[in-house]
């Protein structure tokens, strides 16, 4: 039954034993893969908040409930009990929500790739007095493509760095994903260039990567994503230039989504993001089911100097791996902080990729002229 408008926390000895882990938009795509994983591998209590009307099945029902309730419902944030463990899969969570939530002692992972979303939530929280953590860019775009960017950068003669990565169309995404990507494909999105922000918008710049050593590069457009927290630190912090390209399997997709761009078509795709993730979810699947990411480090005169390049399965399921890693580690206890942090507070490139290889054992990586740079 749909809670009220005016939800209320349940008593103290009504709650389960164990950690408690609550997923908001927890019945989409990445969401029921990543219960999964939680069910499996760890024993935390998981409680599902989602607007759809679901239930457990009959599945785990000591460990697994649902809740019904649209997250941007006032009050909403007492529902939750202060500090459970909280993963962020939609955005429409409300920055104020999760303001109140940190500010109760929650320790809150964000998953969105929005820039603009990643640092609404970040200035809500930025100064101001909380018990919990806000942990952007958990995931694997953001989140492990960025653990390879900053792994890049240590490189003596990176000053740049160029980020690729190739999503397989060979099922259907979510619906939230899909839309997301089609509204980020007809928008503006902040360049960071010879040290400063540029408006851009996606789709404007254009380069080949090579996902694999034994193909010939594939084309990847310019896109907007969250990470720009991790590469404002150390060792990356003194790069000169960071961006993101987005390809698609297979790749005539990519090439006609170019085309579409080079017409002027963004905003309509943006503003018919709803409505084009419904037609395209009526086509069967197409390319591969697989993820492939590259970190190319520049040098001074553009040229790479140095590479990573990871190829991995699902890209759910691979989400949905990074943020149990990340939840692995806070729930160990090792790492304990308040306000503001990054996955990169929490995992190693190393950590993430070993994590992959578990649950996805087609994972591998690839690294050349890594040379660290002198502390």
């Given at each position: 039954m749909p809670i009220p408008n005016e939800p209320q926390i349940a008593p103290k000895g009504q709650r389960r034993a164990g950690p408690e882990i609550w997923l908001i938009g927890g019945a989409g795509d990445v969401g029921s893969r990543l219960t999964s994983l939680l069910l499996d591998r760890t024993k935390a209590a998981i409680t599902i908040i989602s607007r759809s009307d679901r239930n457990s099945g009959g599945q785990n029902p000591d460990r697994l409930c649902f809740r019904t309730v649209d997250i941007r419902t006032k009050g909403a944030a007492r529902m939750i009990p202060p500090k459970a463990l909280v993963v962020n899969l939609t955005e429409a969570t409300p920055p104020e929500l999760v303001a109140e939530m940190v500010a109760n002692g929650c320790t809150f992972l964000e998953t969105s790739a929005s820039p603009a979303y990643v640092n609404a939530l970040r200035d809500g929280i930025r100064g101001r007095d909380v018990g919990g953590v806000l942990i952007t860019c958990v995931g694997m775009a953001p989140g492990l493509i960025d653990l390879m960017a900053e792994f890049i950068a240590r490189n003596e003669h990176v000053n740049a760095v160029d980020i690729g990565i190739e999503m397989g169309l060979g099922r259907h995404y979510g619906a939230a994903a899909t839309e997301w990507f089609l509204a980020t494909a007809g928008t503006n999105y902040s360049l960071f260039h010879n040290g400063s922000l540029v408006q851009?918008?996606?789709?404007?710049?254009?380069?080949?990567?090579?996902?694999?050593?034994?193909?010939?590069?594939?084309?990847?457009?310019?896109?907007?994503?969250?990470?720009?927290?991790?590469?404002?630190?150390?060792?990356?912090?003194?790069?000169?230039?960071?961006?993101?390209?987005?390809?698609?399997?297979?790749?005539?997709?990519?090439?006609?989504?170019?085309?579409?761009?080079?017409?002027?078509?963004?905003?309509?795709?943006?503003?018919?993001?709803?409505?084009?993730?419904?037609?395209?979810?009526?086509?069967?699947?197409?390319?591969?089911?697989?993820?492939?990411?590259?970190?190319?480090?520049?040098?001074?005169?553009?040229?790479p100097t140095a590479y990573a390049r990871v190829t991995t399965g699902d890209q759910a399921d691979a989400t949905a791996t990074m943020i149990l890693a990340t939840l692995n580690t806070i729930m160990s206890g090792n790492v304990s902080r308040v306000g503001l942090a990054t996955i990169i507070d929490y995992l190693t490139l190393a950590d993430s990729i070993a994590a992959l290889k578990e649950i996805l054992p087609e994972t591998r990586m690839d690294i050349s002229g890594i040379e660290t740079k002198a502390s």
């Amino acid at each position: 039954m749909p809670i009220p408008n005016e939800p209320q926390i349940a008593p103290k000895g009504q709650r389960r034993a164990g950690p408690e882990i609550w997923l908001i938009g927890g019945a989409g795509d990445v969401g029921s893969r990543l219960t999964s994983l939680l069910l499996d591998r760890t024993k935390a209590a998981i409680t599902i908040i989602s607007r759809s009307d679901r239930n457990s099945g009959g599945q785990n029902p000591d460990r697994l409930c649902f809740r019904t309730v649209d997250i941007r419902t006032k009050g909403a944030a007492r529902m939750i009990p202060p500090k459970a463990l909280v993963v962020n899969l939609t955005e429409a969570t409300p920055p104020e929500l999760v303001a109140e939530m940190v500010a109760n002692g929650c320790t809150f992972l964000e998953t969105s790739a929005s820039p603009a979303y990643v640092n609404a939530l970040r200035d809500g929280i930025r100064g101001r007095d909380v018990g919990g953590v806000l942990i952007t860019c958990v995931g694997m775009a953001p989140g492990l493509i960025d653990l390879m960017a900053e792994f890049i950068a240590r490189n003596e003669h990176v000053n740049a760095v160029d980020i690729g990565i190739e999503m397989g169309l060979g099922r259907h995404y979510g619906a939230a994903a899909t839309e997301w990507f089609l509204a980020t494909a007809g928008t503006n999105y902040s360049l960071f260039h010879n040290g400063s922000l540029v408006q851009t918008p996606a789709g404007a710049l254009q380069r080949l990567f090579v996902f694999d050593a034994s193909e010939s590069g594939r084309l990847a457009l310019g896109f907007g994503f969250a990470g720009r927290e991790i590469l404002t630190g150390k060792p990356a912090g003194a790069l000169s230039g960071r961006r993101y390209f987005v390809a698609i399997d297979p790749p005539l997709v990519t090439r006609s989504l170019s085309w579409a761009l080079s017409l002027g078509l963004g905003p309509w795709i943006a503003r018919n993001a709803q409505w084009l993730s419904r037609q395209l979810s009526r086509f069967p699947g197409i390319g591969q089911i697989r993820t492939r990411m590259i970190v190319e480090g520049l040098c001074d005169d553009g040229m790479p100097t140095a590479y990573a390049r990871v190829t991995t399965g699902d890209q759910a399921d691979a989400t949905a791996t990074m943020i149990l890693a990340t939840l692995n580690t806070i729930m160990s206890g090792n790492v304990s902080r308040v306000g503001l942090a990054t996955i990169i507070d929490y995992l190693t490139l190393a950590d993430s990729i070993a994590a992959l290889k578990e649950i996805l054992p087609e994972t591998r990586m690839d690294i050349s002229g890594i040379e660290t740079k002198a502390s």
